[in-house]
């Protein structure tokens, strides 16, 4: 199992930025990838950007290509989010995950077994 704790979420206006941090502990030296999922207040949590643990593979959703970049340090066993241009739309609560097997789909919330407690971030227009 692998504990994921986030941080860096708040209020920003739009355009602003914020860099989300998601720190790994426990079973580290199993995972596969990491990645952010957001959901925002009744809407289903999608996909943001993920990441793989070794090698330079990333994945982005549509919406924030161009705006977030996600990247690692696995000497620290954390995963950042770097959020640039937010837009209101942007304002969710944001989730770090893992998986510890190999998939080749990164988009779907079932292919990742450990989930952080989440962080929120708000984007005022």
């Known amino acids: 199992q692998v504990l994921l704790v986030e941080s860096g979420g708040g209020l920003v206006q739009a355009g602003g930025s914020l860099r989300l941090s998601c720190a790994a502990s426990?079973?580290?030296?199993?995972?596969?990838?990491m990645g952010w999922f957001r959901q925002a207040p009744g809407k289903e949590r999608e996909f943001v950007a993920a990441?793989?643990?070794?090698?330079?593979?990333?994945y982005y959703a549509e919406s924030v290509k161009g705006r977030f970049t996600i990247s690692r340090d696995n000497a620290k066993n954390t995963v950042y989010l770097q959020m640039n241009s937010l837009k209101p739309e942007d304002t969710a609560v944001y989730y770090c995950?893992?998986?510890?097997?190999?998939?080749?789909?990164?988009?779907?919330?079932?292919?990742?077994?450990?989930w952080g407690q989440g962080t929120q971030v708000t984007v005022s227009s």
């Open positions: 990441i793989r643990w070794s090698g330079y593979s990333t």
């Open positions: 426990g079973s580290t030296f199993s995972l596969d990838a």
């Open positions: 995950a893992a998986r510890t097997y190999y998939s080749d789909n990164y988009v779907f919330a079932r292919n990742y077994n450990d």
